[in-house]
């Protein structure tokens, strides 16, 4: 009788941005049959970010939509609210 959790990502989506927003939830299985599940939790992670301790599913997405112009285009984006803000 082995009792594991497991983290599932249930919705992936992209803004324009290229921010990736992440709804996952935690699962808990009994021989292999689910007897309970977490309340979804999300996340937003931005292009450029480090997705090693993430799922293959979101790393996936992440290498094929976060492209050199896309990651370059919102440190900008990033770098001129930066700028906005102090003056």
């Given amino acids: 009788m082995a009792t594991y959790t497991e983290e599932i990502d249930e919705l ?3 803004d ?3 921010i990736l927003s992440v709804d996952a939830f935690t699962t808990t299985f009994k021989d292999s049959v ?3 599940r977490s309340r979804p939790h999300s996340i937003a992670i931005p ?3 480090d997705t090693s301790n993430l799922s293959a599913k979101v790393t996936a997405i992440a290498n094929a939509t976060w492209t050199d112009e896309v990651v370059a285009a919102y440190a900008a984006q ?3 609210n930066i700028a906005n803000e102090g003056g």
């Fill in 12 to 14: 992936i989506t992209i």
């Fill in 16 to 18: 324009g941005a290229g």
């Fill in 34 to 36: 689910e007897i309970g």
């Fill in 47 to 49: 292009p450029g970010s």
């Fill in 78 to 80: 990033m770098a001129l």
